[in-house]
């Protein structure tokens, strides 16, 4: 039987978690370099995706490598509760990384590391609702701390804690205050006042959506509806979105951001199952349709089943490198693509 694009995804996932020894997945495969250290960050919330397959596979290796992953990511957490910034052996904490990681260890159960790591996020935030310490950009409050917000907020839903929720109120209504009245949103990229990949785009959304719906904020769920509808405007006729967009909604479609074509089918499916309006599914799946040629079906160990950052793949969003964030997204939106049918 031919191998289906799950199929041989989860196998590049393999591959990905064996060439750092077990020890978390590798950020990435480069044809001309090899795989990459292991990343803590998109580790944490690869867990999900496993877990997911595992139960509708019945696969229990799934199950046991995302467990392996969660007993790494304990292992390399700092002793202040949160984990390192960048790839693996990096010293310093970052704010986002230990957000996202809290999706994995709340899946996993394990509740100390997850209570250590989002006591570390409140202390972390400023009086404001921000977090302005431990970033990507040293100085720069990214728009797609959103999604940081929400991981908190997800480890909540098993271990609640009335005062951080509150918190994270707080750091989401400080967040929406970016929101333009065209639905972009103010710095939702990796570097202030620069357009933004369609990835960190779907980041910061997606962030509001989720958190929004867990807190019950109705007004920055309407505002983010209209940016989630903004956005299906800007699909083209042959289901392209440009690689990244400026606070104008100018695109530049000299590429696509792969890892972000997904993550934008998974919002349109996301708010199709809220609205019930079909035409988000109709996107969703348009957009996964023209995701699916770019996977690499064939091909030597480590490019075989990824997902490349763009296409061309000499696109400015990881330049001829195959992330591993980009197969997880892929994964999760090749899922609901066959719930559809």
Not at 25 to 41: M, Q, T
Not at 268 to 284: E, K, T
Request: hydrophobic fraction near 40%; glycine fraction near 10%.
């Amino acid at each position: 039987m031919r191998p289906t694009p799950d199929d041989v995804a989860l196998e590049w996932l393999r591959q990905a978690f064996d060439a750092t020894g077990g020890r978390g997945f590798s950020h990435s495969y480069r044809p001309l370099s090899g795989w990459a250290k292991a990343y803590p960050e998109t580790t944490g919330y690869l867990i999900e995706t496993l877990l997911t397959y595992s139960a509708r596979r019945g696969e229990a290796s799934l199950r046991q490598m995302a467990d392996s992953a969660a007993d790494w990511l304990c292992d390399i957490q700092r002793p202040d509760g949160a984990f390192p910034a960048l790839l693996a052996g990096n010293p310093h904490p970052s704010v986002f990384n230990t957000a996202q990681i809290l999706f994995g260890l709340t899946q996993t159960g394990r509740k100390t590391a997850a209570l250590r790591a989002r006591n570390w996020l409140l202390a972390s935030l400023e009086a404001d609702g921000s977090w302005r310490m431990a970033a990507y950009q040293p100085g720069f409050t990214p728009s797609y701390y959103t999604r940081a917000v929400w991981g908190v907020l997800y480890s909540l839903e098993r271990w609640p804690e009335p005062e951080i929720r509150e918190a994270m109120r707080g750091a989401l209504r400080f967040y929406s205050h970016r929101i333009l009245p065209n639905g972009a949103v103010a710095d939702w990229g990796f570097l202030p006042g620069q357009p933004a990949f369609t990835h960190t785009l779907a980041y910061t959304l997606e962030g509001f959506l989720e958190s929004a719906l867990l807190l019950s904020e109705a007004e920055i769920l309407e505002k983010t509806g209209r940016s989630i509808e903004t956005l299906a405007k800007r699909i083209t006729a042959d289901g392209r979105l440009a690689g990244r967009y400026d606070l104008n909604w100018r695109g530049d479609f000299s590429f696509q951001c792969l890892p972000g074509l997904a993550q934008c089918s998974l919002l349109f499916a996301r708010w199709y199952a809220l609205c019930g309006q079909p035409r988000f599914r109709v996107l969703s799946a348009q957009l996964l349709k023209t995701l699916l040629p770019y996977q690499y079906a064939r091909g030597p160990v480590g490019v075989r089943g990824a997902i490349p950052g763009s296409a061309p793949i000499w696109g400015p969003y990881l330049r001829f490198r195959f992330p591993n964030w980009g197969v997880k997204f892929f994964l999760d939106a090749w899922l609901i693509g066959q719930d559809y049918g």
